[in-house]
């Protein structure tokens, strides 16, 4: 006799007690334009990654706020904003609608969106009801009223407070900016930075494109042994190469 499955939970709306901020770097960042790879501009990459946190004690937002500042000093892309690339855009400038465009980040520090909400239930109803992921939990990150793809900022957080004084921590974060590596990384510095304020970022991320930005134009520097093209009538050592083919019956095995 098998046991009935736990009743899944229905998460309520969260309350939103303020508008939601901008957390923008703490020091100045480099301003210009970083260019995404081929790989990381594809097509079926472009949407945001959820993470979801369940905390039985929660953390200080103003705490969480400052070192999240900090540590986008370090990875200040995610402060910066998607566009598609100047050289791309259409006459009329509305190049937001068309996902055929290639896209570039704006490091233009405007910062990453922090919203601070309240649910009424408590870590331990979650635990307990929400064994199983469901579309209700979508409620726990803050929807962004953008017309298009490249109005969400790259980085969206948000900070649920709970009845019994703990937290859900909710992060939405750009997959054309962070893969699973960086956004690992990322999320650690700002754990650290958070755990310890005087502490510093173990690991220093690397913005720098010119390793996968292809040359304009294509320059070829070196010989690709399978690009290259041979004769097809000499062999290695220019003699010329005879073809013989050997038909084997069933009587002759």
């Known amino acids: 006799m098998t046991a009935n499955p736990k009743p899944s939970l229905e998460i309520p709306d969260c309350y939103y ?10 020091s100045p960042t480099p301003k210009h334009t970083i260019c995404l790879s081929n790989l990381d ?3 079926f990459l472009r949407f945001s990654i959820k993470y979801l946190y369940l905390y039985e004690k929660g953390v200080s937002v103003e705490r969480l706020k400052l070192s999240l500042s900090r540590v986008l000093s370090e990875y200040y892309p995610l402060a910066g904003r998607l566009r598609a690339c100047k050289s791309q855009v259409g006459n009329d400038g509305d190049d937001d609608n068309d996902q ?4 570039e980040v704006d490091c233009n520090g405007e910062g990453a969106l922090f919203a601070e909400a309240f ?5 331990q109803e979650l635990l307990e009801f929400c064994d199983k992921p469901n579309r209700s939990w979508r409620k726990l990150i803050y929807k962004v009223d953008a017309h298009c793809f490249l109005d969400v900022p790259p980085l969206v957080v948000q900070v649920t407070n709970l009845r019994c004084g703990g937290m ?10 962070c893969d699973g590596i960086g956004t690992s990384q990322f999320l650690n510095a700002w754990a650290q930075l958070t755990a310890n304020p005087n502490s510093h970022t173990q690991i220093i991320p690397f913005h720098n494109r010119y390793v996968l930005k292809p040359r304009n134009p294509p320059q070829v520097t070196f010989t690709h042994p399978g690009f290259t ?6 062999g290695e050592n220019g003699h ?3 073809n013989k083919l050997y038909l084997f019956t069933t009587a002759m095995s």
């Open 17 to 26: 007690p303020n508008s939601p901020l901008r957390i923008r770097p703490d």
């Open 41 to 43: 501009d594809q097509k």
């Open 100 to 103: 055929s465009n290639k896209l």
């Open 119 to 123: 649910l009424d239930l408590s870590a």
């Open 168 to 177: 859900i921590l909710c992060t939405s974060i750009n997959h054309c900016l």
């Open 229 to 234: 093209k041979s004769s097809p009538e000499s």
């Open 240 to 242: 010329l190469a005879i």
